[in-house]
């Protein structure tokens, strides 16, 4: 290539039509559309959760006072009113609240309380595992829509190769490897937040569990040797009419 062509070619490139994002989201074609409308949501959907998963929304302060008092005071029906309040719905309420009701209802009072705890405390991770599902199932939808745009856009082309000759068929062969690769670069671009968003949220799914536990931990364990929770479990109740032994009828005899 001489200079002169380098210069023409440096020209025509210059001189071409800036194309612009809306040009390229059409050129993605139906799927294209799709995937624009999943970016979207998934943005939604990790602004969402940017703001459910935080400390102050998971494990509010105020709560934690609230219900340390109360525990610490043996107050057991306290502290489940306390967690049933309209808006005070959170991660720890619902947890502690769960659990303390549960011993509240066993024969076997706060003895059962640790067991409680731990299985509240697994219920409330899987919700939470499952609020971010969503973003994840993005994450792996994406590409394979991306994947799909290709294929149509491949088979388009081959299929104006077959058919088409001169400048239709080079216009058209354009338009369907337009289709393909922008579909490809629509998929990735979506994918590539979406799963870093996921693994994100899971690791701080995991680093506010472990704190949570921890207040839990604080909570309950003066509740566990406290005389007034231990009242407050309700008395066993007789099984039937006691069995008069001979020993009885002789006393009654006498």
């Known amino acids: 290539m001489t200079f002169t062509d380098a210069w023409l070619l440096a020209q025509t490139s210059a001189n071409a039509p800036t194309r612009t994002a809306l040009d390229y989201i059409r050129a993605g074609g139906p799927v294209g559309y799709v995937l624009i409308l999943i970016s979207f949501v998934a943005l939604g959907l990790i602004i969402a959760q940017s703001i459910t998963l935080r400390r102050a929304r998971l494990i509010p302060g105020e709560s934690v006072e609230r219900l340390g008092s109360l525990l610490r005071a043996g107050d057991m029906q306290g502290a489940i009113a306390l967690c049933r309040e309209p808006g005070s719905e959170s991660f720890l309420t619902r947890l502690v609240g769960s659990a303390l009701l549960r ?152």
């Open 103 to 254: 011993c509240a209802r066993s024969p076997f009072g706060t003895l059962e309380l640790r067991s409680a705890v731990e299985e509240a405390g697994q219920r409330e991770v899987d919700r939470l595992y499952r609020s971010v599902d969503s973003i994840g199932i993005l994450a792996a939808i994406s590409p394979m829509l991306g994947l799909l745009g290709t294929v149509f856009g491949m088979i388009g082309a081959f299929s104006t190769i077959g058919e088409l000759e001169g400048a239709a068929r080079s216009q058209q062969l354009s338009t369907f490897m337009s289709i393909a690769l922008v579909t490809t670069a629509e998929g990735l671009i979506v994918a590539i937040p979406c799963t870093v968003a996921f693994a994100i949220f899971r690791r701080r799914i995991d680093t506010l569990a472990v704190e949570a536990a921890s207040v839990i931990e604080s909570l309950v364990s003066p509740l566990e040797s406290s005389p007034a929770a231990a009242d407050q479990r309700p008395a066993a109740k007789p099984t039937g009419p006691a069995r008069s032994t001979p020993a009885a009828r002789e006393v009654r005899a006498g």
